[in-house]
């Protein structure tokens, strides 16, 4: 190590806070400094090449040297770094980013409202809800069902949606009015015999149950990534949105579609309420918007909704929420580039080429002796490690499975994430059939590994 990334990691230690991540260990062992990227590649400060297998955060759609977007961001900058939305203020970035997103929205004249992050847009809109209610009417109706395993942020009300332990455990969370149905995980929580539509219709089933013992007065939305990355990449069973969708607009729920990680062609389509033919309220999204270059989020919200708002701004002279940074004209203009991108290059057709490598892949490990289920949609996709294909028995958590192979695909040069043992795929859009075939690779190793350490303690 160096003696400039000596003292990186030094200071690193001593003064950051870093999220999700284990404290004890990284003050013992130090951080993984990254110093630059090139497509899909990143780079640490010892000059280590890694393929950036997990897009950063599930995020970075376009790689990690778009120039593009980076001179897009210098051009406002030096036009006009900051301005913002309060007291009927506007720039022209933003608005014209409102206008691209009209144009693409799969909400029918839906409005827009920009913040700063995934956790900001959902909690924004558990607020909007509430808020709308009250206006029209609804003063009761303001429990949020989610998936247990999904994750939706980190603020006290999105940590309360989300459905992960470690989320709750010693923050005195979730609050009130926050309500939990099963995830739908087949591979899981199906029972023997049963079929993946059968298992649907019992998940269902529970959403129905819930609404009736807590009353359909009382719920105001239901909100699901359509694809749960965080809680172990799981793509819906069959039937479950067409069966859930009916129930919620019998009961006037509104339906929350999160794709912060799967908006803007992550599952080949441009939203995820396409490739499952999704009819949400509100659609929310992050990451990709600006390709995570810098940060933004929006939610589209349907005229359901957003009248209410508009009646409430009359009633108290003023909508009295938003951020310092909502719709920043830097990110904007980010956001508009990385749209513009995505048209001129086809990147949904890119994916939708690269996707079927992508799959074969993925779908090769099915045989390999640690891998109980593969899952992926898209661009996205996670194997499930286990000790027992046939009962689907997992490693004991004390055995650090997924973290061992975590740091055995670190040192074969491929980032990617461990979510107990279910390891996650995540690449950029841009990634390549060769890419993809390489990363694959690196990870066969990394497996190898796993397997190899497995079998020196007998658990293999």
Known sequence: ??????????????????????????????????????????????????????????????????????????????????????????????????????????????????????????????????????????????????????????TIATASMTGLAANHSDFDLPIDRFLKVMCPDFYREGLEGESEEQFSDRCVAEVRDLIEREGADTIAAFVADPVIAGGGVLPPPKGYFEKLQPLLKENKILFVADEVICGFGRTGNMFATETYNLRPDIVTVAKALTASYIPMSAAMIAP????????????????????????????????????????????????KTVAKVFASRLESYRGHPLVGDVRHVGLIGGIELVSNKATKAPF?????????????????????????????????????????????????RALDDTHAMLKGKELA
């Open 304 to 351: 359901s909704v957003w009248q209410p708002i508009v009646e409430g701004s009359r009633k108290h002279s003023v909508f009295a929420h938003g951020y310092t940074y909502s719709g920043h004209p830097v990110a904007a203009a980010a956001a508009l580039k990385t749209l513009e991108i995505m048209e001129k290059r086809n990147i949904i057709g890119h994916v």
């Open 1 to 154: 190590m160096s003696s400039l990334s000596n003292s990186l990691d030094q200071t690193d230690r001593a003064l950051l806070i870093h999220p999700y991540s284990n404290l004890v260990a990284h003050e013992q062992a130090g951080p993984l400094i990254i110093s630059r990227g090139d497509g899909v590649r990143v780079y640490d400060v010892g000059g280590k090449e890694y393929i950036e297998g997990l897009g950063g955060l599930w995020s970075a759609s376009l790689g990690f040297s778009e120039r593009e977007i980076a001179e897009a961001v210098y051009e406002q900058m030096v036009q006009l770094p900051f301005y913002h939305g309060f007291h009927s203020k506007s720039t022209p970035s933003l608005i014209k980013l409102a206008h691209h997103l009209a144009e693409i929205s799969p909400i029918p004249d839906a409005k827009f409202f920009f913040a700063n992050s995934g956790s900001e847009i959902n909690d924004t809109v558990i607020k909007c809800i509430w808020y709308a209610n009250n206006v029209a009417g609804y003063p009761a109706k303001k429990k949020i069902i989610t998936r247990n395993r999904s994750y939706h942020g980190v």
């Open 396 to 444: 004991p958590v004390e055995v650090g499975t997924g973290a061992h192979c975590l740091r055995a695909a670190h040192k074969h040069g491929v980032i990617l994430r461990s979510i107990g043992d279910i390891v996650a795929f995540c690449p950029p859009l841009i990634i390549s059939e060769d890419e993809v075939d390489e990363m694959f690779s690196r990870f066969d």
